[in-house]
């Protein structure tokens, strides 16, 4: 059974950092992709109801990232710990969201552009960590 659990939310300041991670459990990690993706407070975030930050080829490693994080967030990946981390640096108020990460098998012709499509009509999400960026 696939399982996902996000980590690392938090209050912080203008300005400020936070990793989030999201470990991963129950299948073979080379053969996905997992992305995060944020939603306001109180709103489901899975299939096409939430904004898609990044995303990542647990295999390649390649990387995407939507306009409003580039320069400022890092996905990464710990193959051997089956982790997923999104450092967030140089975070803004309208940072603040819950967010959450997802998996979902990624066909080896599709290309990263293709990842955060692939991954947001998963039905496999974790369940969601705070982030709150105060000015």
């Known amino acids: 059974e696939v399982q996902l659990q996000a980590s690392g939310g938090g209050l912080v300041q203008a300005g400020g950092s936070l990793r989030l991670s999201c470990a991963a459990s129950?299948?073979?990690?080379?053969?996905?992709?997992i992305g995060w993706f944020r939603q306001a407070p109180g709103k489901e975030c899975k299939g096409h109801s939430c904004?898609?930050?990044?995303?990542?080829?647990?295999?390649?490693?390649?990387?995407y990232y939507a306009d409003s994080v580039k320069g400022r967030f890092t996905i990464s990946r710990d193959n051997a710990k089956n982790t997923v981390y999104l450092q967030m640096n140089s975070l803004k108020p309208e940072d603040t969201a819950v967010y959450y990460c997802a998996a979902e098998k990624f066909p080896r012709v599709f290309t990263i552009d293709q990842c955060m499509g692939v991954v947001k009509g998963s039905d496999y999400w974790g369940q969601g960590t705070q982030v709150t960026v105060s000015s």
């Open positions: 129950g299948f073979t990690f080379d053969d996905y992709a």
């Open positions: 904004k898609g930050v990044s995303c990542i080829l647990l295999s390649a490693g390649s990387t």
